[in-house]
């Protein structure tokens, strides 16, 4: 990503509605997984850290960041060991197994995501997991992901076929942030069809409009541990290695 991405990313990753929602879904998809107690759990690409409090409530975390400015922040921001390193090749750590591999909005960065699967699927323990969230559905590329340096864009199909070839099972597998999913989509199609200027979207709205976002993104936390959604503006997998 572009250095001020991570910058941004840093500032807003505590308050801003879509980060806060996204944690409230994840840490109650990953409360669901029956991790043993002192899990050993790994986030690849875990930028400035703003989700490693979060997993730390499940187990030991360590964080794997390629960007200096973000591992910097990361270590600030909570007592994990992170390292440098990046995906496919340079997963650090020497031959440890994790209990949770996370990539959280990750795997649409790295050219070969196939070989990214695979690379996570050997740091995995037997009966372990991986945790992928994904940006949902190419239709919507545009000017945040090209900000984001996103590659691609994912349907759930598609992320199944490629856990499925890097030898791994696909325990769950839908989309979430549904409830907004209307107004983003709507939102991001006009200003393409418009030709409007797009801003970066991890830009703290005003705190109304982003108390109301959040509370509207993070119910889905309710509803996330018994059933994903059938669409959404985001898609996720977990995914275990037999």
């Given at each position: 990503?572009e250095?001020?991405?991570?910058?941004?990313?840093?500032?807003?990753?505590e308050?801003?509605?879509?980060?806060?929602?996204?944690?409230?879904?994840?840490?109650?998809?990953?409360?669901?997984?029956?991790?043993?107690?002192g899990?050993q759990?790994?986030?690849?690409?875990?930028?400035?850290?703003?989700?490693?409090?979060?997993?730390?409530?499940?187990?030991?975390?360590?964080?794997?960041?390629?960007?200096?400015y973000?591992?910097?922040?990361?270590?600030?921001?909570?007592?994990?060991?992170?390292?440098?390193?990046?995906?496919p090749?340079?997963?650090?750590?020497?031959?440890?197994?994790?209990?949770l591999?996370?990539?959280?909005?990750?795997?649409?960065?790295?050219?070969?995501?196939?070989?990214?699967?695979?690379?996570?699927?050997?740091?995995?323990?037997?009966?372990?997991?991986?945790?992928?969230?994904?940006?949902?559905?190419?239709?919507?590329?545009?000017?945040?992901?090209?900000?984001?340096?996103?590659?691609?864009?994912?349907?759930?199909?598609?992320?199944?076929?490629?856990?499925?070839?890097?030898?791994?099972?696909?325990?769950?597998?839908?989309?979430?942030?549904?409830?907004?999913?209307?107004?983003?989509?709507?939102?991001?199609?006009?200003?393409r069809?418009?030709?409007?200027?797009?801003?970066?979207?991890?830009?703290?709205?005003?705190?109304?409009?982003?108390?109301?976002?959040?509370?509207?993104?993070?119910?889905?936390?309710?509803?996330?541990?018994?059933?994903?959604?059938?669409?959404?503006?985001?898609?996720?997998?977990?995914?275990?290695?037999?």
């Amino acid at each position: 990503m572009e250095p001020s991405v991570y910058r941004l990313m840093a500032q807003t990753q505590e308050t801003h509605w879509w980060f806060e929602g996204r944690r409230a879904i994840l840490s109650a998809i990953i409360a669901r997984l029956g991790l043993p107690a002192g899990a050993q759990i790994l986030e690849i690409g875990c930028g400035p850290g703003g989700n490693l409090r979060m997993l730390g409530q499940f187990g030991t975390v360590f964080g794997v960041e390629m960007d200096e400015y973000a591992r910097t922040r990361a270590r600030e921001v909570s007592s994990c060991e992170i390292q440098s390193g990046s995906l496919p090749d340079r997963i650090p750590f020497g031959a440890q197994v994790f209990d949770l591999v996370c990539l959280l909005d990750v795997l649409e960065h790295v050219d070969d995501d196939a070989a990214a699967l695979r690379a996570v699927a050997g740091r995995i323990k037997p009966g372990g997991f991986a945790l992928v969230t994904v940006p949902a559905y190419q239709w919507l590329y545009g000017a945040h992901d090209r900000l984001h340096h996103h590659v691609r864009r994912y349907s759930a199909s598609c992320l199944s076929r490629k856990a499925a070839d890097a030898g791994l099972q696909v325990r769950r597998l839908g989309y979430f942030n549904a409830l907004l999913f209307p107004l983003i989509a709507s939102v991001r199609l006009a200003k393409r069809i418009l030709r409007l200027r797009e801003s970066d979207e991890a830009v703290l709205p005003g705190k109304l409009l982003n108390g109301l976002l959040r509370r509207v993104f993070a119910a889905e936390a309710h509803f996330v541990p018994h059933m994903l959604f059938p669409f959404g503006t985001s898609c996720i997998a977990v995914l275990e290695r037999r």
